[in-house]
């Protein structure tokens, strides 16, 4: 009878912490590498050859609201995948590691499909007030994030050109 008991606080206390997981996710208590409602699009980066480099699979950022928060609060970001950020044309772009733990590689793209920019941004330390992050600035239309390293493993260089399909 105790042995029942037993099974009964534990598949109660599963399904508590599930319950708790699912409410978390869903209010946006708790980031996950890729939520399920936002756009994504799959970027392809090659070289003046036409040799493909690398293929990331981004979340797209294409609001004020998706662009301002950007991977802020993301644990982590796995290699071979990154963030998009969309604009609705070209201009001289400033991003900044806002609540960051991890090291990023930033790439700025021009309206044109080319790399203009790759800054090798560092996680700022806990609590860096908003004015006291370092400004990483380009030329461009979209702007892709990446794990920090990615650029130079997969010998992604200014200039190279990125084409981007869009995925339902």
Do not use: C
């Not at 534990?10 to 890729?34: K, Q, R």
């Not at 201009?91 to 800054?119: C, K, N, S, W």
């Not at 908003?130 to 794990?147: F, I, M, S």
């Amino acid at each position: 009878m105790a042995s029942w008991r037993r099974i009964w606080i534990i598949v109660g206390g599963l399904l508590i912490v599930t319950a708790a997981v699912l409410v978390g996710v869903n209010l946006g208590l708790l980031s996950t590498p890729f939520s399920d409602d936002q756009k994504r699009a799959q970027v392809t980066i090659s070289n003046e050859d036409g040799t493909t480099l690398a293929t990331v699979e981004a979340r797209v950022a294409d609001t004020p609201t998706e662009r301002y928060r950007g991977l802020s609060d993301t644990e982590r970001l796995p290699n071979g995948t990154g963030m998009l950020f969309v604009f609705d044309r070209e201009g001289e772009r400033t991003f900044v590691m806002r609540d960051m733990d991890f090291p990023l590689d930033i790439i700025f793209i021009d309206a044109d499909g080319r790399i203009t920019q790759i800054h090798h941004a560092s996680a700022p330390p806990p609590n860096t007030n908003e004015g006291e992050l370092t400004p990483y600035r380009g030329q461009a239309k979209w702007v892709l994030e990446v794990p920090r390293g990615y650029t130079e493993q997969k010998n992604i260089t200014k200039g190279d050109l990125v084409e981007i399909t869009y995925r339902e």
